[in-house]
């Protein structure tokens, strides 16, 4: 066993503190509490790592080892694919075409965040400001639009953009008094875009207008009352004190809109088939999509996909990072 001592240490204040101390003969120095659990939380997690392993990791790695070969549609049916090395990245990277859809995708990508968030937020702050009845309509109406298909979606506005019968076309020609029966709203790539923001953001709205009441419900009352006591504003108390207490669930839920409109796949595919033009319109996914599917060259489909998958994981990085700050403050 240990011996230890006390030491009494005179203060200047007069007083006196106990302070043990172990002898450096015994040897033994005081054990670490072992953390609760044990192996336990790291067992549970095992099967889940299996899954994941399985359903993303083994795609991700064909995914990887296809993009340094020659891998066309006589590939697909047992030919051999041979190693290129960096040859699909450098076709890829020196492609113009490539580029301009990278830049359309990330415009189109920050266009539908900025007004995904904005809209979320606003709704979020109406519902707290509604009775039961009126915020309960509101919640249905949210659930219905998430809940509808993309594909689903996109076919409805898609009626309501219609050339001929489009109920668009006619309040535009009511509210303006001139005639726009036959007015095309996807031949041209910016009215194209601003139909997808629409089918895009009227999707994703639900999602952060939920999360983001959710987050409001917990601001404390007496807060935002000391606040306006104090004479602070509408827009003050939301910039002062909401957004202070909610900004990781802005933080999630931006990095979240991020990553889906930037990956947006179904409702450019299915507008391109109404009536836009391939060529002008492609965003990322489409455009990895036409090249590996459309063109039968999937190794460079799969160099744009690794190129892809790595702007995400440097998007959850970020993410992460943030939310660890978040929790050491």
Request: proline share 4%; aromatic share 12%.
């Amino acid at each position: 066993m240990s011996t230890s001592v006390t030491l009494v240490r005179e203060h200047e204040s007069g007083g006196v503190q106990q302070v043990p101390q172990t002898l450096p003969g015994s040897g033994k120095r005081p054990r670490r509490r072992r953390r609760a659990g044990g192996l336990a939380p790291a067992a549970l997690l095992v099967p889940a790592c299996i899954i994941l392993a399985v359903v993303i990791g083994w795609p991700l790695i064909q995914l990887f080892v296809m993009s340094f070969q020659e891998f066309g549609r006589a590939q697909v049916f047992g030919a051999p694919a041979p190693f290129v090395g960096f040859d699909n990245y450098v076709r890829i990277l020196t492609d113009p075409q490539f580029w301009a859809v990278l830049g359309r995708s990330i415009a189109f990508c920050a266009v539908n965040v900025a007004v995904t968030m904005v809209l979320g937020t606003l709704i979020a702050l109406l519902m707290t400001r509604l009775n039961r009845f009126f915020r309960l309509l509101v919640s249905v109406g949210l659930l219905l639009a998430w809940a509808m298909p993309a594909l689903t979606a996109v076919i409805v506005w898609g009626w309501m953009f219609d050339t001929q019968y489009g109920v668009v076309n006619y309040v535009v020609g009511q509210l303006s008094g001139s005639d726009w029966g036959g007015h095309s709203w996807l031949i041209e790539p910016i009215s194209f875009f601003a139909v997808a923001t629409v089918i895009v953001v009227w999707g994703a709205v639900p999602f952060v207008a939920f999360t983001v009441y959710a987050g409001l419900t917990q601001v404390p009352d007496e807060v935002l009352e000391a606040a306006q006591l104090d004479g602070a504003g509408g827009w003050q108390r939301f910039r002062l004190v909401v957004f202070p207490y909610l900004r990781s669930i802005f933080i999630v839920v931006t990095v979240l809109q991020v990553i889906w409109d930037l990956r947006v796949f179904t409702q450019i595919f299915a507008l391109q088939g109404i009536g836009g033009i391939r060529e002008q319109t492609s965003t990322l996914g489409v455009y990895i999509y036409q090249t590996s599917v459309g063109s039968g060259d999937y190794g460079a489909g799969g160099a744009m996909a690794v190129i892809m998958v790595i702007l995400m994981m440097a998007i959850s990085l970020y993410y992460v990072r943030r939310t660890l700050k978040e929790e050491e403050l």
